[in-house]
């Protein structure tokens, strides 16, 4: 849904821009040094992109689905690094306490998360639990009007920077099921709060995971999501088809920019006699890239405005995120085709991204869980 | 104190400008347009001085159909305060555009008038100067710095041998070149509330001027494209060609 299409073109067209003439010239020099230069952190502050989705009330932008998955396109046309360091506090990282939170909590951190004062973390992957999320063991047991949490966390983005976690800890140690984990929210100078050391990644350099290890980590007992305890599972899965469908507008948007880098190269190369885009074997690789990031962003798009219609989405979302996620790995390996010799090195943006786009199939629900989903929810409907 | 900018809507300077087949003008069918970079950097200039607690009141003007209002809403998320909009799908040449200037200031009597040298689609570079002399105020063009000094402005100007400093009597008419400043970028929200701050439409007819162009255009031509250079071998040899083939010295 767009709810002013005007102030929505200025909006796009401002951060087209932004992307243009900061982002994307420092694309490389983030890469080299692992890190987004503090000048260009401020100016994603001050753009206002930490509260996207964040309601104007406390600050944000109150973006629909639809104006979040436009302005993910944009961002994604550059390296997925920058959208790292906000994407945790336009989903789980504020979501969680908007949907669920008490007032008292939400007045509490998401104006601060809005502005980008405060970066968030959400962790809910363990050593020993990933795609089978409601496993999980980090554990949180009342002691007074504190819980105490115990256990590790592992590939938490922004862990490092992070100032809130939003936590997920089993409360109830007998109901070894979904419905014994709560979400916490835990501040990140709180004592037995413990970072690693940050992981080394195969791309997206600049953003930064790590582990965080709860020991004897005591969180007062109102820091609670909703104020009570065995919902936060289901706090989580509220927020995750808004989750799949950014994380899937990103991949149209890194698509387009693949293609576009794809097509002037090949526009300029020449081989027997004429430019390699002339070539019909390489228009197949043009025009099927292109076919796909079309049909990826019209699923988007699609999946974006029934969600804001409310709509369940879960399977769209799920479709959107498969589809998008492989895709862009597609149009990926076909850019770096294009370039022929060059795509192997460094010099050329295609072989970073290629290695950028390779953690779109794994997180936020590997592949193979999207396909799960969708099936299941297949099954469910014809029951 | 009040100042007032002109902006202008105009091609973006990304676009590839085409010319019409028939030769009457430039293709703007489906063509992206934004802001002349004069005039983002006019306005930030603005920006600045109300920063600085110079100014205290933005008025952005600008003349065009009524998509340029988008041009406004832009300058009014960048921190102006209100919007003036002279709407008119008339061509507006650089004389007119001054006349309906005119009658902005001797409505609004702004202290300092800040409008961008040229614009990037006609490239003129008048309608500064005619708004000054219509106004009778003192302008100082292609500005790099300016320093307002109590009723007086100090503006730096670049000229083709270096830099002149003028000090003018407020109210003045200064235009600005590329060097003043680094204009911002909107922030987003600045752009959601732009849509609340007010801006006022008006008609040539509502201030008295009439657009009855002086000019006529003839004809718009494309640049010829740029023939491949050549290497030679010696300085001797350049000299020889620039003397006796180019013939330009
Ligand atoms: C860079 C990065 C950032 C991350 N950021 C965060 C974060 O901020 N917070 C957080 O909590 N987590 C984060 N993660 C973790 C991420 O969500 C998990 O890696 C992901 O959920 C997969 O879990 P896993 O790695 O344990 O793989 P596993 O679940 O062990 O999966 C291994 C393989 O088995 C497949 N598989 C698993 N179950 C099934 C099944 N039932 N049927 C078929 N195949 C199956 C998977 O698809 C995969 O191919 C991040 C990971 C990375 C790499
Ligand atoms: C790590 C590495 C090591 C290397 N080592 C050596 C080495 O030791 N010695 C050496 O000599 N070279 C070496 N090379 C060069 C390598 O052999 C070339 O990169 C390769 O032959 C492709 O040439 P190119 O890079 O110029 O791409 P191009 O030939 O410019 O090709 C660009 C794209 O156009 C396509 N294309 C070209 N012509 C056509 C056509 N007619 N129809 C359809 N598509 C076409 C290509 O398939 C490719 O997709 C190395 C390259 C790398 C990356």
Redesign the interface.
Known sequence: MIRDEETLNQLLDTLRRFVRERLVPSEQHVAEEDRIPDDILQEMKAMGLFGLSIPEAYGGLGLTMEEEALVAMEIGRTSPAFRSIFGTNNGIGSQGILIDGTEAQKQKYIPRLATGELISSFCLTEPDVGSDAGSLRTTAIRDGDHYVLNGTKRYITNGPEAGLFTVMARTDPDNKGAGGISAFIVEGDTPGLIRGKPDHKMGQKGAHTCDIIFDNCRVPAENIIGGREGVGFKTAMKVLDRGRLHISAVCVGVAERLLADALHFAMERVQFGKPVAEHQLIQALLADSKAESYAGRCMVLDAARQKDEGVNVSTLASCTKLFCSEMVGRVADRAVQIHGGAGYMAEYAVERFYRDVRLFRIYEGTSQIQQLVIARNMIREAQ | MKVLVAVKRVIDYNVKVRVKPDNTGVDLANVKM?MNPFCEIAVEEAVRLKEKGVATEIVVVSIGPKAAQ?QI??AL?LGADRGIHIETDEEVQSLQAAKLLKAVVDKEEPKLVILGKQSIDTDNNQTGQMLAALAGMPQGTFASEVVVDGDKVNVTREVDGGLVTVQLNLPAVVTTDLRLNEPR????????K??KKPLDTQSPADLGVDLTPRLTTLKVEAPQTRKAGIKVGSVEELVDKLKNEAKVI
Do not use: D, Q
Not at chain 2, 185 to 192: G, K, R, V
């Open positions: 934004a988008e809403r832009t998320a970028y909107a922030s987003l929200p600045n752009i959601m732009a849509k």
